[in-house]
């Protein structure tokens, strides 16, 4: 005769209700484990975005106070309306993360704070446009008035056509870099103009050493029509023959 173990068959209520204890006790630790992974990636996320835009903005204000400090003017622009609830907004909110009854992951990822760090990109983007559209009127100040007027190419003078070329590229591009850049790009520009004023003078000294005949000659050849085949006369010749000077021109026909 075979006997049954009733208590192998039969593990009581007492047991049955330690197990399912158990099991409720498991699942609400998983679901406070995602819970809890949920706000770690919701703040982390807020927190990276916030950190960037703060950072933004402290180099705006630094930027904008280096502008100043040479005489640049430089007008702020006025905060929009939803950027300033937003800070006391996002302030309240950080303060609520370390509360644990709070639920944060709904919140951060909510209109409410997501159009609160969109209204603080707003303004540094607001900021940035001010302080580049301050660079670019420095650079048509600075600008030479003669800047586009065809200056002679000069034989022999090589390394004085690369710096009129050079400075001619820099004052004529409007300012497209990082905005960390636009202080050292504003001091670029001003020493440009500078040396422009050198550049031309240099260049005048040198045409006044020539005969008038091939200064003439020299001075039409650098405008976009060029110098006629009538200005190269025996003496523009003999002198485009010797030390290669010819070699810095061309023959164009029509």
């Not at 209204?119 to 301050?134: C, D, M, P, S, V």
């Not at 020539?210 to 006629?228: N, Q, W």
């Amino acid at each position: 005769m075979i006997e049954t173990n009733s208590a192998a068959a039969d593990p009581g209520p007492g047991s049955l209700a330690e197990r399912a204890n158990q099991a409720l006790l498991a699942l609400a630790d998983r679901a406070d484990q995602k819970r809890t992974e949920a706000e770690r990636s919701a703040i982390a996320t807020a927190c990276s975005r916030a950190e960037r835009l703060t950072a933004r903005l402290a180099a705006c204000a630094r930027i904008g106070a280096q502008l100043e400090s040479i005489d640049v003017e430089y007008v702020r622009p006025r905060v929009p309306q939803p950027a300033v609830k937003a800070i006391p907004y996002l302030r309240r909110v950080a303060t609520q993360t370390a509360d644990p009854g709070q639920e944060l992951t709904e919140r951060l990822r909510g209109a409410a704070v997501q159009g609160a760090l969109e209204a603080a990109e707003t303004l540094a983007k607001l900021f940035e446009q001010a302080l580049i559209r301050a660079a670019d009127a420095e650079r048509t100040r600075v600008t030479p008035a003669d800047l586009d007027l065809p200056i002679p190419t000069m034989p022999g003078q090589e390394s004085l056509q690369a710096r009129i070329s050079r400075i001619k590229t820099s004052l004529s591009r409007p300012f497209a870099g990082p905005i960390d850049d636009v202080s050292g790009v504003l001091e670029r520009w001003r020493k440009d103009a500078a040396q422009w004023e050198d550049v031309r003078d240099e260049i005048g000294q040198l045409l006044a050493e020539l005969p008038e005949e091939i200064k003439a000659f020299v001075e039409a050849a650098a405008t976009d029509s060029g110098a006629p085949w009538s200005m190269v006369t025996v003496a523009v010749r003999e002198w485009l023959d010797n030390d290669g000077r010819g070699d810095g021109y061309g023959v164009r026909k029509w």
